[in-house]
């Protein structure tokens, strides 16, 4: 299993990182280098507690689908997407929110299994991690881009 966790500061209010990290259309702008789309469950607009959406972006040179229900859900603090079908063995993507004085305290902790056993994760650490992590930190960077502009 593998596990990465990342912390992102905003100068921003806890509500509107929230709302922003579950707006299906802000994910779409952040995942223009994959060619993102959402194409079933929510396609558009904030997402809710066991609402599910089905994505399908260009990772590795391929289209790939990844449906993930939002299994958690504790505003304007806390959520989880996990995949319900899709090509991880497992796939869970934690969301931590706290307003302090100098802003907001964002946390991913994203927890996946590769499949197909050794090749899976020879995979994993030689691309895939690396893969993950910056998707991840190159989405907050917009995220926080967006929210501090916007104030």
Do not use: C
Not at 50 to 65: A, D, I, Q, S
Not at 97 to 113: C, L, P
């Amino acid at each position: 299993m593998t596990v990465i966790t990342l912390h992102t500061k905003i100068n921003s209010t806890i509500e509107d990182a929230f709302q922003l990290s579950l707006d299906i259309d802000f994910h779409k702008k952040t995942a223009s280098q994959t060619n993102e789309e959402a194409i079933a469950g929510v396609t558009s607009g904030i997402i809710k507690h066991n609402e599910t959406v089905t994505w399908r972006g260009k990772h590795f040179g391929v289209f790939l689908t990844h449906t993930s229900i939002i299994s958690a859900y504790d505003a304007p603090t806390y959520f989880v997407d996990e995949m319900i079908d899709g090509r991880f063995k497992s796939f869970r993507h934690q969301h931590y929110f706290e307003q302090k004085e100098d802003g907001v305290h964002m946390k991913d902790v994203i927890t996946y299994q590769t499949p197909y056993g050794v090749f899976g994760k020879l995979f994993d650490r030689l691309l895939l991690k690396k893969h993950m992590k910056d998707f991840i930190v190159n989405r907050n960077s917009i995220l926080k881009k967006e929210l501090e502009n916007n104030r």
